[in-house]
């Protein structure tokens, strides 16, 4: 059974940090390339950072860049996502999305609450 559970979400102030992890299985974790997207309320779903299925390379959303990191474990089938630097515009459901390198399937998780707020 394929799953995608997300962690780490939660209430933090403006300039502050989070974690997120997302736990992969029941499938080949390394040959999906791993991404972070986020959805605030009453706007689309925007992507926000996304790896390779080796983790050579990363791409990030413009509004994140500098300040989100993501990376993944392939031995622990894991991928993270650090922000730091929180401003209230990012808050949001944040979701994570595994993409098949060789084909079309692609994954979901359940999504965790992000909310960044004084």
């Known amino acids: 059974q394929v799953q995608l559970v997300e962690s780490g979400g939660g209430l933090v102030q403006p300039g502050g940090s989070l974690r997120l992890s997302c736990a992969a299985s029941?499938?080949?974790?390394?040959?999906?390339?791993m991404s972070w997207y986020r959805q605030a309320p009453g706007k689309e779903r925007e992507l926000v950072a996304g790896?390779?299925?080796?983790?050579?390379?990363?791409n990030y959303a413009d509004s994140v860049k500098g300040r989100f990191t993501i990376s993944r474990d392939n031995a622990k089938n894991t991928v993270y996502l650090q922000m730091n630097s929180l401003k209230p515009e990012d808050t949001g459901l944040y979701f994570c999305?595994?993409?098949?390198?060789?084909?079309?399937?692609?994954?979901w998780g359940q999504g965790t609450q992000v909310t960044v707020s004084s």
């Open positions: 999305n595994a993409r098949y390198d060789y084909g079309l399937t692609e994954h």
């Open positions: 029941g499938f080949t974790f390394s040959s999906y390339a």
């Open positions: 790896i390779t299925s080796a983790g050579w390379r990363t």
